[in-house]
Every structure is written in C-alpha cells, then in structure tokens.
C-alpha cells in the first residue's frame, strides 16, 4: 500500500509537470481517474408510491459549485399527433428554441399562459414560420384553444444536465464531469414541490452513479378526448 501511494503521489507529480511542458502529458493527465475531466453517466429511476415506474419525470442535475452554465441555443420540437402533444412532456435547456409542427390535417392553435413563457400560435396547419425561444427555467404547459383535452408541458432547465424518464421509469444523464451535484425531479402530476425531491450525488469515479425516487403522484385526470363522428368511442 505504501509503495502504491508512493507511486501515485509521484506520477501525479511527474503529470503536472508534464502539462507545462507539453500537450502529451496532459492527454496522459486525461486517463487518470483524479483528472478534472472525469465523466460518469448517473442512472435516474422513478417509481411512484404503489412502485409503478413513472414516465415523463424530468430528472435535472445542477453543480453545487454553482459552475456557470451557458445557455444552449438547441432546437427541439414538439410535434402534434393525432390531436395530442408529442411529447408528453420535452425537457429543453434554457435558451433553446422549440418547432411546433402540427402534423395532423386539422388545425391546432397552440397556446401558453405560463408564467416561464407565454406565447400563442394562432389556428396553423404544418410548421409554423418562427420557432418559439424559451428564455426562463421553468415549467410551460402546452394548450390548444380547439381541442380541450391538448395537454402537454416544456420542462426549461437551467442546466444542461437533464434527462426524462421512459415508461420504466429510467433516465440516464450521460457524461455528468466529476463534482458535486444536485439532482430533482418534476413531473406534472407530482405532490410536493419540486425541491422537496432534491438528491446529493458526487461523481467521483467514472463509474455510474444511480439515484431513485419515489413519488407521490396526482389521480391522472386528463381530459378525455372528444368523440369522433360517427363513433361512441372516444378516439
Ligand atoms: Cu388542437
């Protein structure tokens, strides 16, 4: 043990010295385990409380050092499919611009009252001319002014680091950089606050680190959608 503290003490040494002197040893530097750009994957799973995996949760990770973060200037879109948003929910970083492509062959006027972004698109077929800038971290919901039952919501992070859940109830934030985070979650059905969620991890290794939540969840009460003529199904 003795000689392998030795050991890694010295090689340290010898790499520090190595990135004044020359760009190889910092590419050394890259693969030691203690090197500032260490990167690990942290697994996210949300069940709520009869643990059922819950879909559309948006899992964000924030730096506890308060690392300044960038806005993204990302395109994302959110489609309209048979008279629902596709997705559910999108999750976006601050500063990215969402297309709302209406890809049925009605027409849809997608709207927002939230206080992160408000915005209208009044009654279009296909892709609407501007893409629409979300700007404040928050949560958007999405409406339509025909169709009631429309519901669907931009999650707008303020870091980078965010991932949504899939219907096992898994996200994976990839490549998370070696430091201290915070981690929570928010899904539109959820009890408590989006803080009260809050998780510490500390990606140290490069190892995946893995956090899981259980959830207390809102009765899922949607809107049912209109019936189509002709039909007594609700389509
Ligand atoms: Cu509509």
Not at 12 to 31: F, M
Not at 103 to 127: N, T
Not at 169 to 178: D, F, M, W
């Amino acid at each position: 043990m003795k000689i392998s503290v030795t050991a890694i003490i010295w090689y340290a040494l010898s790499c520090s010295t190595a990135i004044k002197r020359n760009a190889s040893g910092y590419a050394l530097l890259l693969v030691l385990p203690w090197s500032p750009t260490l990167a690990a994957d942290l697994r996210a799973s949300v069940v709520d409380g009869f643990a059922t995996p819950v879909a559309d949760a948006v899992v964000i990770a924030v730096p506890e050092n308060g690392a300044v973060i960038e806005a993204k200037q990302d395109m994302a879109t959110v489609d309209q499919i048979d008279q629902q948003f596709v997705p559910y929910v999108k999750a976006i970083a601050v500063g990215t611009s969402v297309s709302f492509p209406n890809k049925d062959d009605i027409r849809h006027h997608v709207y927002s009252f939230s206080k992160a972004k408000r915005f209208e698109l009044p009654l279009y077929s296909g892709v609407p001319a501007d893409p629409v800038t979300f700007e404040i971290p928050g949560v958007v919901t999405l409406g339509c002014n025909i169709h009631d039952w429309m519901v669907g919501y931009i999650y707008v992070s303020e870091s980078p680091w965010f991932a949504v859940t899939d219907a096992e109830g898994a996200a994976v934030i990839k490549g998370l950089p070696e430091g201290k985070y915070r981690v929570r979650t928010w899904h539109p059905l959820l009890k408590v606050s989006e803080e009260s969620t809050e998780q510490s991890v500390d990606i140290e290794t490069t190892l995946p680190a893995e956090l899981h939540w259980v959830l207390s969840l809102k009765p899922d009460i949607r809107p049912r959608r209109a019936p189509i003529g002709g039909m007594k199904v609700y389509h």
